[in-house]
């Protein structure tokens, strides 16, 4: 499967979305990194991930990792968050189960970045609304793909990759402006905890829009 097709492909499954040039850039990278592992499982990729982030959280809690480390952990899972779709995709091994595993390890990885920022000062409460929201944001698209809603509905301004930025832009913040890095990861969590807010709010108008529909 060449770029191209996979760029059709991922856009079917994100409600017929147009690929900005930062997402197409974004893809084709992850499209790269993807096809040298097309001979792993996409299902060993996703618990790689998970694997990933529970060692770096443990590690983290029993000595406060560098930020410079944490910001690179937090990218490489959102690039490994995106070669297993890409591995399924090119070679045809999508499963219902993957796209579960995939979804369960995508939550553990957001409570592994929301202990991540708490442990390094974030707010307790701005820390557990980011995280609340974002739940609810994905339990509402799961809930209305379960209740037919064939594809994402919208892509908001919460989404997975969104989340992987900000955790990676203020963990590198921390790294240029050491003596702010309470500050700053306080202001990760607020930021996270808005986008999610309008995310839900995104989210469930379009629900509501499609469900309405006859």
């Not at 040039?21 to 001979?39: D, E, G, K, Q, V």
Request: aromatic share 8%; proline share 4%.
């Amino acid at each position: 499967m060449t770029f191209d097709e996979y760029l059709v492909r991922w856009s079917t499954l994100h409600g017929d979305a147009e690929a900005t040039l930062p997402i197409r850039l974004w893809l084709r990278t992850t499209y790269a990194l993807a096809l040298p592992l097309r001979w792993l499982h996409p299902n060993v990729i996703t618990v790689c991930g998970l694997i990933i982030a529970v060692v770096t959280v443990v590690f983290d809690l029993r000595d406060a990792l560098p930020n410079f480390v944490l910001a690179l952990v937090i990218l490489a899972l959102g690039i490994v968050d995106s070669l297993d779709g890409i591995v399924a995709t090119v070679t045809e091994r999508n499963s219902t189960f993957g796209a579960f595993l995939d979804s369960l390890v995508d939550r553990c990885i957001d409570v592994a970045i929301a202990i991540l920022l708490l442990h390094h000062g974030a707010p307790l409460v701005a820390v557990l609304t980011s995280i609340c929201l974002t739940l609810l944001h994905e339990y509402m698209r799961a809930r209305a793909m379960g209740l037919g809603m064939t594809e994402v509905g919208v892509i908001t301004v919460g989404e997975k990759p969104v989340r992987i930025a900000v955790g990676v832009m203020f963990f590198l913040a921390c790294v240029v402006l050491p003596s702010h890095s309470t500050t700053l990861v306080s202001l990760a969590s607020y930021i996270w905890s808005m986008l999610a807010f309008v995310a839900c709010i995104q989210l469930f108008v379009t629900v509501k829009r499609r469900f309405a529909q006859p």
